[in-house]
């Protein structure tokens, strides 16, 4: 086939499109941008240059046995918060402060298996699956919900995935299981959406979530078998899910086609299905993305919807299955090996070493919050470590964060590891912990929502454009901190538990307790105000230190305006909540 | 206006107003230096206004009559409005209305190869220049240049890509949740009735905040500036909380208001904005299309007015009669087009191959960049002269990028060495 070429080497060219139409791309691996042109003899200069915003420039990377190290009372924090979410408590430092060795092996292998656990890998993985969204194409009234009830309903939509994932590591069960397993998770709103049967009758987690199963002839392949994901990685009929494979290969595999350079023929008439078809199958530049996308998308024509209606939508369509023949036109197979369904399609990519490879990386990043920098020999070694770890962990999320979080890069200070900002869903609930106070409207907690929550203006991920969670702090977010610090503050005044609750905030006063003279000359207003410090920063303040007073002359100017020792209290505690030292770890 | 005194510590990169206020605008970066060292100088901004789903130039845009592979929309017919070729009905009068008046500060590049026809890849890459990611979106990278302002680059609607620019982003909310933070009232909200602390009570809470981020700022000086210019940006926009409002209902006409606004006050250098609509017309495509096209450009036609009569800020207190129609660049964009025939349904499904119009200061008004073959495809063009060369490639989201960068004399390289502006774009 003779034609002009251009290459690109942004974007997967049309993977799909027009009924039958698709485009050309190819295989990255083979292509040297520069050197196309086919048998055109025109060549065209291809973008060669890094990706926006990188600058391809690698500097030897940290060796953790040099850098600055965190203190004890610092990896504490950063453990606790990345592993349960929430800020040590004072006997957990203590503990550290006593031991730090011993303390910390100890309390990482405790927080590990604490229940929170699971909801912290819901909130890293969310950013993966992208599916809390808010705006799925179906709505709660053709659904049969009240439209009142339509953020709580995509809420639970968004979380189906998740909570599997939440199964799955509770119970650690392989993480392969995303894509093997036989059961789903629900809550009630879905049981009376979903076509599903709930497995027992037991009595579910926590939130009210219990294991089912799909009971209209899906296959059982985990995630894959999913509304959930389905619905949020539509396919509209134009591009016979080879949107949808794309996802699969990078939620899974972190193979992303739309990395790979791609020759686009322009000879192609893209009006013209056939010499589409023919052009995806024949020529040079089309193959090498859509030899292995179009037969991932094969496995997936049983979701694929003739309308967006309720009847539509929510089942699967197993006389579907074999629509690829009139769609890809290419049988079901995983890079190259048959299959037929998406039970098949989910057992490839469990015995692909590229899912445990991905796994190990992916892990990496969201606890550190970075990408590993493959360049650099130390991280090798350290995935390579930590890869180990989860194959001898019998690939449970457990044994793959706690190679992670064992590791002593985990545990460097700045400017080697910079700090972390800390994200919405966790200063949700750092918040929740400290004072009990949760910024709900509507039942809806509104940091973990966007339409009208503050998500992203918090620095939450979008999972809609797909953007990654900030990390590094905006105006907004600071406004965030600072509105939701106040109302727990005050919250708390009200409402915070009394001695001998080891939730207490106020242990040494009555928050309404109002002392005789200046604060700082009371001593159990200074007592109140180091215990503050000790609860919320691990930190031990002298009775009579600058923290004390400094504290304290705050509570005696917000006493003088407020009139009232509670609100002067929740003034002091504003300030302690919207500290640097909470915002980040 | 707000008080540029700087609240916290910054850092050289950190909010600009306080580095003004410190004599330090020689030792910023080329660019910024050079526009803030003359006070008064004016400040090239931005507005983008994106439209999600893929919108149908065939309407308005590309008029690409007589072709056999192009089915163009009934009612229409080919006209020429200040030397720009367009497509005109009497269904669509805010079209022509707009040309009339603005044809000649408007540019319209066609032929701009997206490569996919997936609606978030296709965004993702026409908004950063790469389907991947990895970059700020080029509205973000634009704000660099108002990094003194409190938002830089204030998202009011659509989608954005901060990338390592995230301290430059804020978005407003879609339901105007901006507003409830700067004011307060966020909190009214609250399931838990939440009686606020007192305004002295807060500025007393603020300035122990203050003290003890610099303090933590100064333990580690770097990355940790970010947190004090957060904050002395949170602390501006609460300053404003009198003299702009950001709430907004989400209609057209109020994202517009408030873009002109914030734009008028110096608050942000770029704004993105998005039309409360769907151009994803896989159905009844030309119908639904025109009734989009004609109110999208009455909403064009709002904000051509109200930049033409709003007055454009000026640094240092000074005025010089400039309104914001002589500094701003106004980006319209969508994410792909439509194709150029009609499925079964008469609708238009994703097309790889899109329109992107430009209009006000330092665009080549009356020109027209690219072009589409008689497939439908983008033509290659000369990035230094604008014509079209088949020995070329087609326009790319990642050459419009560079272009706007060099309109904003930003470094346009950040693309890559080898994407080139479209130099033919910028008068």
Known sequence: MRGVRFSVSVSLAFLGMLGTQSIGCDDGAATKPDSIGGDTGISIESDTGPAPGFTEVFSPGVDPATAPKLSPGAVLLRLSLDLRGVRPTPEEYAAVEADPETAIATLRESFLKDPRFASRARDLYANVTRTRVEDFPISAEMLGVDPEEQGQLFASIGEEPLMMLARIVEEDRPLTELVTADWTMADERLADIFPIAWVSSAGGNAEGWRVARYTDGRPAAGWLSTNALWWRYLSDGVNYGRGRANAVARIFLCADFLDRPVDFPRDIDLTDEEGIREAVRENDGCIGCHAGLDPLASYLAGFQYTDKTASEMVRYHPERERQWVGMTELPPAFYGRPGFTLSDLGRQLAADPRFVECAVERGFELIMRRAPDKRDPLVLDQLTRVREAFLAGKLTFRALVRAIVSDPRYALAEPAEPARVVPPEMWSDVLQDLTGFRFTSGGVDLLATDFTGLRTLAGGGDGRAGADPAKTPTATMALVWERTAEAAALYAVENAPRPPDKHALFTEVAPDETPDGPAVDDPAMRAQAAFLHHRLFGTKVALDGLEVRETLRLWDGAFAVEQSAGRAWAAVLTALLRDPEMAFY | ?427
């Open chain 2, 1 to 427: 206006m707000f008080n540029r005194r700087s609240f916290f510590r910054i850092g050289a990169y950190g909010v600009l107003g306080a580095a003004l206020g410190a004599g330090l605008a020689g030792t910023l970066p080329g660019v910024l230096s050079r526009a803030l060292a003359a006070p008064g100088a004016s400040r090239k901004r931005f507005i983008f206004v994106v439209n999600q789903g893929g919108w149908d130039p065939l309407n308005v845009l590309t008029p690409m009559f007589g072709s056999a592979n192009i089915a163009m929309p009934v009612a229409s017919t080919a006209t020429t409005i200040g030397g720009l070729k367009l497509v005109d009905s009497a269904q669509r009068p805010s079209v022509r209305t707009f040309f009339e008046a603005h044809a000649a500060r408007t540019a319209i590049v066609h032929g701009v190869a997206v490569r996919s026809v997936a609606h978030d890849v296709c965004q993702v890459t026409m908004m950063t220049g790469s389907a991947t990611g990895g970059g700020a979106d080029f509205a973000t990278r634009l704000a660099e240049i108002g990094r003194a302002d409190p938002l830089p680059h204030l998202v009011l609607a659509g989608p954005v890509y901060p990338g390592e620019l995230a301290p430059l982003v804020a978005r407003a909310g879609a339901t105007g949740q901006l507003q409830g933070l700067v004011d307060g009232s966020i909190l009214a909200v609250s399931d838990t009735p939440i009686a606020p602390l007192k305004n002295p009570t807060r500025d007393k809470v603020d300035d122990f905040v203050r003290r003890r981020t610099n303090a933590w700022v100064d333990a580690a000086p770097g990355a940790r500036g970010d947190l004090a210019s957060a904050l002395e940006r949170a602390r501006q926009l609460e300053a404003l909380r009198g003299d702009i409002s950001f709430a907004a209902d989400g209609s057209f006409e109020a994202q517009i208001e408030l873009a002109v606004q914030a734009l008028g006050r110096g608050v942000a250098q770029c704004v993105t904005i998005s039309p409360p609509i769907s151009w994803d017309t896989h159905t009844d495509s030309d119908n639904q299309q025109s009734q989009l096209w004609e109110f999208f450009f009455q909403g064009m036609n709002r904000l051509a007015s109200r930049l033409a009569t709003t007055p454009a800020p000026m640094l240092a207190g000074q005025t010089n009669g400039a309104m914001l129609a002589d500094e701003t660049v106004v980006v319209i964009l969508s994410e792909m087009a439509r194709t150029p025939q009609l499925n079964a349904d008469n609708g238009r499904d994703h097309w790889p191959w899109t329109s992107v119009m430009l209009f006000g200061d330092g665009i080549t008004g009356g020109r027209t960049i690219g072009g589409y073959d008689a497939g439908y495809g983008g033509l290659g063009v000369d990035p230094a002269t604008g014509e079209t060369d088949a020995g070329r490639a087609a326009p790319t989201p990642a050459q419009l990028g560079a272009t706007l960068l060099a309109l904003a004399d930003l470094d346009p390289a950040v693309f890559g060495p080898s994407v080139e502006p479209l130099l033919g774009v910028l008068a």
